[in-house]
Nanobody
Framework: QVQLVESGGGLVQAGASLRLSCVDS????????MAWFRQVPGKERAFVAA??????FTDYAEKGRFTISRENGKNTVYLQMNSLKPEDTAIYYC???????????????WGQGTQVTVSS
């Protein structure tokens, strides 16, 4: 069973960087497409970035500041976030699924989320 655990969130000032990590502590015999989404209170979960099961394809809601990567040998996916802005403040969720892409319903497994807060 897939068990996703995110870490790396925190409180930072605008312009700072953070790297989020997501570890699959469950089964390791299947490699999934992975993604990061984020959510603020009162709004739907929004797509941030996705990476294919082999890591050869990536997709972003906004190109330039964020980079998604993965280490399949460690069952870990990362989200490097640079030049953070107050509007990046949200709970960031890691997701895994057999079908990738930017739509949340295509993902079968979700982590509990990690809070990112960017102060101005």
């Amino acid at each position: 069973q897939v068990q996703l655990v995110e870490s790396g969130g925190g409180l930072v000032q605008a312009g700072a960087s953070l790297r989020l990590s997501c570890v699959d502590s469950g089964r390791t015999d299947i490699t999934y497409h992975m993604a990061w989404f984020r959510q603020v209170p009162g709004k739907e979960r929004a797509f941030v970035a996705a990476i294919s099961e082999g890591g050869e394809f990536t997709d972003y809601a906004e190109k330039g500041r964020f980079t998604i990567s993965r280490e399949n040998g460690k069952n870990t996916v990362y989200l490097q976030m640079n030049s953070l802005k107050p509007e990046d403040t949200a709970i960031y969720y890691c997701a895994a699924g057999s079908v990738g892409g930017s739509t949340s319903r295509w993902y079968d497994y979700w982590g509990q989320g990690t809070q990112v807060t960017v102060s101005s």
